[in-house]
């Protein structure tokens, strides 16, 4: 039977910041240090005002992830940092792809290629037509593969996942909830 804390998969890193400058690159060097790739990272306004959230993809063990989110944590102008694993979360890509406008109209239209993969027209011009797919990592890399092999790709972009958790609130909230009761009741004895 295999150790899970052992067994390689994806892990996605979720971090609470303040907008810090800098602060990118120290989390980033964490996974240098242990020579981890960061598969996909992606940073924006988080639901909390004022609090920014790092979704970062990563493939480890659980072992490692779990070493790697401590010392995140560490950092003085992290919040909380947390990690799951795909079955906890809700999570998205959007991909782009440039076509020949004329490879498109060979394979019959613009209303077929919509249909048969499910994207939004983005730009239709004489030269190119770009459209956009949403979805998990295997529906974007599938429909870059089919574009391949079909019609061609002149240009590909995908975006990092964002993701939120399956519960109910965001875990930061949970966690400033509790450190707020706690600082009231400090108050409260004081």
Partial sequence: MKD???????????????????????????FTR??????????????????????????????IIEKVVKQIDKRIDVLKAYYNVDEELVSQEIALYKLSTEKVMEMGSVESLIRRYNVRILEINSSCIVVEKT???????????ELSQTIGVLQFIRSGRVAITKGKVERLSDMLASRAAMIEDEDIEN
């Fill in 4 to 30: 899970s804390t052992l067994e390689k998969r994806l892990y996605t890193v979720t971090v609470f910041s303040e907008n810090t400058p800098g602060l990118l690159n120290q989390i980033t060097i964490i």
């Fill in 34 to 63: 242990r020579q981890l790739n960061i598969e996909t990272l992606s940073v924006s306004p988080s639901a909390l005002k004022g609090i920014h959230k790092f979704t970062i993809t990563v493939e480890t063990t659980r072992d």
């Fill in 135 to 145: 979805g998990l990592y295997e529906d974007t890399q599938n429909l870059f593969d």
